[in-house]
């Protein structure tokens, strides 16, 4: 954060450039995690913005989960991914998710083609003898921290070419008329093997949340089979429940 050095390479209000700064300056590694921040007075002396910028941007990291604050101990790097409560009566993207939140969402490749299906994949999606899959596998992050694995598998007539989908999956599906409208979702409990780990940023054998997704066309075609992997130290999933049966 030296004096004058927020200005130059990013748009914006002020209070909007100091955020960026400070995300580049985590993203970088030059701020690393669980570092304390300086003050918010010692940052407006050493930008020379006014103390009520400095609070703003700050305020808007906090939001973000990408700093937290302690009474009395001043703010520091979140060490985690930016934790997230995520409502389980909704069917909504990724994409949807997070931009509803103000983050920003980029994914990593991990696959994404046409192959011979599994027979987990013959099965979840009703596959026909010969048929393929379409697969699309992606970390994806929010703010740039690793949120999640997901390995989506879907019929080729639905997704006949996965190169096509270059930032959200239920984007395409909309566009082509194929959007699901509902969806099974199991989550239970596993411990993160070594490569999956490291994707996501944690130690091996680090707990995480397992959700398999089946979703469904309106006329009860099934069009995705997701397996997905959730760092559980980002996700709150919340169920409203209602007496009755
Ligand atoms: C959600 C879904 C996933 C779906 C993806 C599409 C889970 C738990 N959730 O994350 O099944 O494929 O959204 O997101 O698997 P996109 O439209 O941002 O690509």
């Known amino acids: 954060l030296r004096p004058g050095a927020w200005v130059e390479d990013a748009a914006g209000p002020l209070y909007v450039r100091l955020r960026k700064r400070i995300e580049q ?41 990408i700093i937290v604050q302690r009474q009395g101990s001043g703010s520091f790097v979140a060490d985690a991914a930016p934790r997230v409560e995520q409502s389980l009566s909704h069917l909504t993207s990724f994409t949807e998710d997070m931009e509803r939140r103000g983050l920003n969402v980029t994914s990593e490749w991990l696959t994404r083609g046409v192959f011979i299906p599994s027979p987990e994949e013959v099965m ?31 019929p080729t007539d639905i997704l006949p070419d996965p190169q096509l989908v270059t930032s959200s999956l239920y984007a395409v599906l909309e566009r082509d008329g194929n959007r699901p409208v509902r969806a099974l979702q199991r989550i239970s409990a596993v411990n993160l093997g070594a490569e999956d780990a490291a994707l996501l940023g944690v130690e091996p054998g680090t707990a995480g949340l397992r959700i398999i997704r089946t979703s469904y066309l309106p006329n009860r075609r099934v069009i995705e089979y997701t397996r997905s992997l959730y760092r559980a130290d980002a996700y709150d999933f919340v169920a409203e429940l209602r007496l009755g049966n």
């Open 124 to 154: 979840a999606l009703a596959l026909s003898s010969g048929e393929q899959v379409a697969r699309v596998a992606r970390l994806r992050r929010a703010e740039g921290r690793p949120m999640a694995i997901e390995r989506a598998s879907l």
């Open 25 to 65: 300056s985590i993203d970088s590694g030059l701020l690393a995690k669980s570092a304390p921040l300086p003050g918010e007075r010692e940052i407006a002396s050493l930008t020379g913005l006014s103390r009520v910028t400095v609070r703003r941007a700050m305020q808007e990291l906090v939001d973000r989960g």
